[in-house]
């Protein structure tokens, strides 16, 4: 379905106001969300191998949590998990499904640090193809 929503999500606060505004946009066009959520990967073993999959379980209860709220909205929905830095599991996700647009939630960093730091959505304003909204906290 060309015209979807991709929704960056990891259940933080930013990313359940983020979460609303996707489901109400959804309605209102009648199409689906698609919730995703990207783990970097890295090539290593050991502790920083435990850390990553640490990550990728922490994104997939994200993943269920989020699909739980949009089930209780009434929201067509589904999840893409990838291994993939987040910024670039929506970049992709959106180009691939010819997506509406990408929304996430912001954590309130100002601008500086956001490119200091290379927040996700300074990142995805700056790559993404497709309209990006970010929603305040």
Do not use: F
């Not at 909205?73 to 010819?98: F, I, N, Q, T």
Request: hydrophobic share 45%; proline share 4%.
């Amino acid at each position: 379905m060309a015209g979807e929503i991709i929704l960056g999500y990891d259940a933080s606060e930013g990313a359940r106001a983020a979460l609303e505004q996707a489901a109400a946009l959804a309605r209102a066009l009648g199409t689906k969300v698609v919730l995703s959520y990207g783990y970097g990967v890295w090539q290593v073993g050991g502790e920083v191998g435990d850390q990553q999959n640490t990550i990728h379980e922490m994104g997939m209860r994200a993943a269920e949590e989020g699909a739980a709220r949009l089930a209780e909205l009434g929201v067509d929905h589904e999840v893409a998990v990838r291994p993939a830095r987040p910024w670039e599991a929506l970049l992709e996700e959106a180009v691939e499904r010819d997506a509406l647009m990408i929304v996430v939630g912001s954590h309130g960093e100002s601008p500086v640090i956001g490119a200091l730091l290379g927040s996700v959505p300074y990142k995805l304003i700056h790559q993404s193809t497709k309209p990006v909204l970010v929603v305040p906290t």
